[in-house]
């Protein structure tokens, strides 16, 4: 596509664009839409910088768990941060990531039982489970009730 040779395997992913090139200014360029874009660009930004670690980690998590349980490493790495970095931060939100990961599994456990989709064999599977009998129990704790009951209820 950009006509150049690639490198794979390199300490670093990285294009290159000549100074020259992007500096020239755009034929069709439309200056009030480039400051209504800047305008909104630095409201997300800002929004995003304060958001908390604790709320950016559960996210993370929740779009990461369709593929199974992500390790602290996955998120951390995610986040452009360390392991460490991460748990250091979650403290000081008063959290840990080991929270975090229980708070994702019962929304997202309650989600896929409500929708009856997946089975409550699937269910623990992508929510890290060693077995269906450790989710229902971690499940009916969470809930009250067992899944399948839960399912009927919804």
């Known amino acids: 596509m950009f006509r150049v040779a690639v490198a794979f395997s390199q300490p670093l992913n990285v294009l290159e664009f000549a100074r020259t090139d992007i500096e020239k200014p755009l034929p069709a360029a439309h200056a009030e839409l480039a400051r209504q874009n800047d305008q909104v660009l630095v409201s997300h930004l800002a ?17 990461a768990f369709p593929d199974g349980a992500p390790s602290k490493q996955a998120i951390a790495r995610k986040l452009g941060m360390s392991p460490r970095n991460l748990q250091r931060h979650l403290a000081e939100e008063g959290t840990s990531f080991k929270d975090l990961m229980n708070a994702a599994r019962v929304t997202l456990a309650r989600s896929y039982v409500s929708e009856g989709r ?37």
Request: charged share 30%; proline share 2%.
């Open 118 to 154: 997946l089975s409550v064999t699937e269910i623990a599977f992508v929510l890290g489970f060693a077995d269906t009998s450790t989710f229902s129990r971690a499940f009916k704790r969470w809930t009250g009730k067992a899944p399948r009951d839960y399912a009927r209820r919804s």
């Open 47 to 63: 929004r995003l910088q304060n958001e908390r670690l604790s709320s950016r980690v559960e996210a993370a998590m929740l779009e």
